[in-house]
């Protein structure tokens, strides 16, 4: 069986709906992926079809760090 090349925890991109922001895998499932996206909410990904890009995490905002 084929599988994704994305593991859940995963953060990617959806090439071809750049609208949708960024996505964190909630599972995969062969080529099956399940992706929660920032303005397209959860979407089911045929990943034989879509190859999802990987990435980076944005910087946390607003985290402040104890002193030293």
């Known amino acids: ?3 994704a090349g ?3 925890g995963d953060h990617v991109r959806h090439p071809g709906e750049p609208d949708w922001g960024l996505g964190q895998v909630q599972s ?3 080529m099956r992926v399940t992706v ?3 303005h397209a909410g959860k979407q089911l990904i045929n ?3 879509i190859e999802l890009v990987a990435a ?3 910087p946390q905002r607003g985290i402040k760090r104890p002193p030293t």
């Open 1 to 3: 069986m084929e599988r």
């Open 6 to 8: 994305v593991l859940p």
């Open 28 to 30: 995969v499932v062969g």
């Open 36 to 38: 929660n996206f920032e």
């Open 47 to 49: 990943a034989a079809v």
């Open 56 to 58: 980076p995490l944005p």
